[in-house]
């Protein structure tokens, strides 16, 4: 079975930085895409930051120059370095992976962390 395990939220001031992580493990082919959404109380979930499986990456507006998504595919894991944090960061943070169980070409599916609470207090 496959599971996403997240790491490294928790409370910081603001102007603090974070690190997310978050490992795939379980019998899988590949993973393609990579990413994390956030969602804040009584917010719509937003579209944090993406990473493709050759490490092309993509940001939401309200944080790019800030947040840094990244790849290790011999771990299987994808990090948010998360820097000059604000308030409007706080949020239950999800990472995801589109992950091929069985040999090429196979169906894609689109597996889900358990979330981590990131608090950012001024």
């Known amino acids: 079975q496959v599971q996403l395990v997240e790491s490294g939220g928790g409370l910081v001031q603001a102007g603090g930085s974070l690190r997310l992580s978050c490992e795939v493990s379980?019998?899988?082919?590949?993973?393609?895409?990579m990413g994390w959404y956030r969602q804040a109380p009584g917010e719509e979930r937003e579209l944090v930051a993406t990473i493709s499986s050759g490490g092309r990456p993509n940001y939401a507006d309200s944080v790019k120059g800030r947040f840094t998504i990244s790849r290790d595919n011999a771990k299987n894991t994808v990090y948010l370095q998360m820097d000059s944090l604000i308030p409007e960061d706080t949020a239950v943070y999800y990472c995801y992976g589109r992950v091929v169980l069985v040999g090429p070409a196979g169906p894609e599916f689109r597996y889900w962390g358990q979330g981590t609470q990131v608090t950012v207090s001024s």
């Open positions: 379980g019998r899988i082919f590949s993973i393609n895409a």
